[in-house]
């Protein structure tokens, strides 16, 4: 049991250095303020301990000093909000341009789609350097992804919304990915792992892998099956709106608000395509819940994406970045 | 005090515990001591109950494999382990006890405002207590105590109802101790007791009050809302059913994290007590300290959102909780500051209690700037969930709170009873408790920050030696625990006697006789002074 004993965690991504400086100045903080606080409890335990010639002076307070221990702890405490809350920022907003990867929770494993198709369950084969983009999640309860080496953690909830996170891996190996919301009897066993590899080496197992239908094309297949195209294709226009050239752009909506159309607002039209209509047209799409697996809402979404590629429009990324709320 | 010398009457006279004999006497007694005395059994209880449970849960993490229980066992087992502790013990541990034995003794009352309905919310309480024991014995509960939806609503397939009625009846006594006690404090003082000369224990409860009769109704909503879905299928937090899983948490953090203020405040309100007495002195900053359980009673209501960092809130919302967070860390840090400098020219003794409150001003600090790593956000995604979480608040609840307690209970067990406990051993548990808790609880910050998550059953190996130093840790403090359970116990009997006043302690409540008389004080007393006078006490002793 020792010998992997160790007390710090490995650092492998882009902006696991920022997290562990502020952890750094924080166990700083404390230890000075613990050592501060102990101190003056020794001290005055030992110098002010009760002798038979010397009575207690009653002190009623200061209010220099409360200004003082009031203002100092309030300045440092605010400076470290500054701090983390910019690093936040910075975590939170998805790079405009990555590798989507599709990852879907379940009791009790991890899905896991790459953006060329390949599918994987509870391990994650990833290439060193690049932005990856996790578009999360869940079937059923409340999962989150958790990859220590990263300090990345993200919710992952079950419904029509999803949830996305991004890393940059920047050292090779294999990390461990838990699940770290309680999500029923298994899950402590709901855990995998991501193998971060040099660029070529993950092409190279790419290719060793069995062809995963393209995403596109699947998708598209689909879209025509489902029947999707009779009424979104780019002729026929009245009963649903074409779908070339929106995806990543705002889009509004029949109560006047406006939308960012994403992979969520996808994935929710085709689950609940009454909850946020596009502007001018009739609630007429059913749903297809229960009829397109999440394998097949990803394709779709893949063949969506695909036609706002396709178009001259210009490519709008994740904006608003972070959840996808 | 002035009319201390005037409560002396024979030593013949009955009190409290001799008021009345038989179990009649005490299961339809009105008195708040004898109330407060259900409690300390009932509690003691429970918190044995959710022991046992955590010596389990340790014992299983001795080892990287789930080789003592089955995975549904575990699961049950922490889940078990907080409900019990936190609803049925931390929530009303000192209000309960201490608080209904000591808030009429200290403001010179001859019992809380509304006598029978603290009776009641003992009954309440005692009821809610045995709905989650039968759930238990039922066959449990595996949510975890915070019954993130749509777990508990739709998928958990243990007695998610049942044990929810238990902690939604336990909510009606908190409501109806927090109005009894805002009643008393305003209406029930003694002459001369004015609001800046209240004791700050009676200023702690009386803000814990405040926050138990508008948080409360809040998790009750809640837990009715989990069961309505349960039962009726009704969307409310499911998606599949068309609801929505983050309103839960907003409406469990709303009260819970409240709840923390409710299990901390009336533990810094005993803190006060027991510095004032063993330093000989009034609390430096007195004013200030009293205010700022008022400032956390209120900031405490605005930080809910640090606890969804991860959820997918929104990023702008958790800019909100993380800094009003950091705000309401400030209270926290001033009365640690202003117990500390009352011991600046003070004339300090080493009873047991002022053991626990200096083991307490220690393991809060550690506990607070700790919270300050989680209400940071970037860091919070890395440690949310994990054992640095779990350490966290072991450190504010266990060695804020409990210590408290403890503290609180050697501080006032003579007047409670009129016998002293042996001392010996006293210090003896208060040391092993000190460095158990330290060894069980340091190693799980490690153990989070290296990205260990918490509630799990089996775990990397990588983790081990951390978690047998826990274990191990876990063993001490499951000893030191016990030892006051014998010895209290045991000085109830063959304790030395003590006179009305064996810490020459200032405040109403040891004017009149151990134990207390059936009502407290046969004259109300008159109130002339601030409270904690020990300038006098000082001045005669020398
Ligand atoms: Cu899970
Ligand atoms: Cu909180």
Redesign the pocket.
Known sequence: MFEDFTLFPEAASTVAGGIDRLYFFLIGMTTFAVAGILSALILFSIRYRRRPDRAAQQIDGSVPLEIIWSAIPLALWVFIFGWSAKLYLEIHTTPSEGMTYFVTGKQWMWKIQHPTGQREINTMHVPRGEVVILKLVSEDVIHDFFVPAFRIKQDVLPGTQYTTIWFEATKVGTYDLFCAEYCGTKHSEMIGSVVVMDPADYQAWLDGQPAGQDPVDAGRVLFENLRCVTCHDAGSGQRGPDLSGRFGRPTSLSDGRTVLFDESYVRESILEPKRRLSAGYQPLMPTYTGQVTDTQINQLIAYVKSLANSDVAPKGGDADGGNGQ | MTAASKQHASTKESNYLTAGYGVRSWLLTVDHKRIALLYLISLTTFFSVGGLFAVLIRLELLTPQGDLFQSETYNKLFTMHGIFMVFFFLVPSIPAVLGNFFLPLMIGARDVAFPKLNLLSWYVYAAGGLVTLFAMFAGGVDTGWTFYAPYSSTYANSHVILAALGIFITGFSSILTGVNFIATTHRMRAPGLTWMRLPLFVWANYATSLIMVLGTPVIAVTILLVAIERLLHVGIFDPALGGDPILFQHLF?FYS?PA?YIMILPGMGVMSEIVACFTRKRIFGYKIVAMSSLAIAILGFL??G??MFVSGQSMYAGFVFSLLSMLVAVPSAIKVFNWTATMYRGSITFATPMLYALGFIGLFTIGGLTGIFLAAMALDIHVHDTYFVVAHFHYVMVGGMVMAYLGGLHFYWPKMFGRMYHEGLAKVAAVMIFIGFNLTFFPQFLLGYLGMPRRYHVYDEDFQVLNVLSTAGASVLGLGFALPICYLIFSLKFGKKVGDNPWDAAGLEWTISSPPYEHNFHEIPEVTEEAYDYGKREAARV
């Open positions: 953090w994290h923390v930080v809910w640090h606890h």
